[in-house]
Nanobody, 124 residues
Framework: QLQLVESGGGSVQPGGSLRLSCLASGFTLDDYSIGWFRQAPGKEREGVICINNVGDATNYVGSVKDRFTIYRDVAESTVYLQMNSLKFEDTAIYYC?????????????????WGQGTQVTVSS
């Protein structure tokens, strides 16, 4: 059974850092692309960043460039989202999603499997 479980969310002050984890089970990261999405209250879910099955990353949100980094540990079946210099507007529920593909997509409908989400709150 394919499953994704996010962790690492929490509350942080502006300028702080968090690292989210997405633990995958039931499949190997070598066969799937993993995307991180986020959804703020009252807004649509948006693609943030993705890593494909060979480890290449694609960023979909200009405002997170140079602040967010995606990487993976295939042996640990985990994809990480390192978030630095967090801003108020980064507040959202963050989801990881998987699809059996060798390419990334910034659209939610490009992914078949989803985690339950983890809350990230940036506040002073």
């Amino acid at each position: 059974q394919l499953q994704l479980v996010e962790s690492g969310g929490g509350s942080v002050q502006p300028g702080g850092s968090l690292r989210l984890s997405c633990l995958a089970s039931g499949f190997t990261l070598d066969d799937y692309s993993i995307g991180w999405f986020r959804q703020a209250p009252g807004k649509e879910r948006e693609g943030v960043i993705c890593i494909n099955n060979v480890g290449d990353a694609t960023n979909y949100v200009g405002s997170v460039k140079d602040r967010f980094t995606i990487y993976r540990d295939v042996a640990e079946s985990t994809v990480y989202l390192q978030m630095n210099s967090l801003k108020f507007e980064d507040t959202a529920i963050y989801y990881c999603a998987a699809n059996v593909a060798d390419y990334c997509s910034g659209h939610p409908w490009g992914y078949k499997y989803w985690g339950q989400g983890t809350q990230v709150t940036v506040s002073s």
